[in-house]
């Protein structure tokens, strides 16, 4: 699973605070003095499971920029870094679709034209299965218990989708 949070983190002057946190730790400041936006829109909380995933979808994102210094004052309040992430804009001339099966999560991607070259949207969802996997492992490990329930809801989705007009 590609986590473009992950990804960053081999950048130099980039660091991670270990396994287990998605936080950039850029050129010594803490992940709170980093602004995130995707599309222009900031971000505040962007991990799943504890830190271990970042809300990025990858097959959703068109490109990203991070900045380490000297950035523009319209970014005031942060001292670390600027994470500009741009979503793909939908294809304007054919419908396409992209799927992943892995170990932990699926994967499904879904662009095409609205209205010929006017209009076209893009949605892209994943979901974890880690829920379904150790539903049994609980279940049997709590058998002896006649009174004990197992409902493990140890997952995340994601749905990110975009409309486009020109």
Do not use: C
């Not at 380490?68 to 994470?83: D, E, Q, T, V, Y």
Request: aromatic fraction near 10%; proline fraction near 5%; avoid cysteine.
């Amino acid at each position: 699973e590609v986590d473009l949070l992950k990804t960053l983190q081999l950048l130099p002057g980039v660091q991670s605070g270990g396994e287990g946190t998605s936080g950039l730790y850029v050129r010594g400041g803490s992940p709170d003095q980093n602004l995130m936006l995707l599309d222009g829109v900031p971000l505040y909380n962007v991990s799943h499971l504890f830190g271990f995933f970042s809300v990025f979808n990858a097959d959703a994102v068109k490109n990203m920029t991070i900045t380490k210094g000297g950035f523009p004052a319209r970014f005031g309040g942060r001292l670390s870094s600027i994470l500009e992430i741009n979503m793909k804009d939908g294809n304007m001339r054919e419908f396409h679709g992209d799927g992943n099966i892995s170990i932990i999560a699926s994967k499904l991607t879904l662009e095409g034209p609205i209205v010929k070259d006017k209009a076209s949207f893009m949605v892209s969802a994943r979901r974890t299965y880690l829920d379904l996997l150790l539903k049994p492992i609980i279940a049997s490990a709590t058998s002896k218990d006649p009174d004990s329930t197992v409902d493990p809801a140890y997952f995340f989705y994601d749905l990110n989708g975009k409309l486009n007009w020109r």
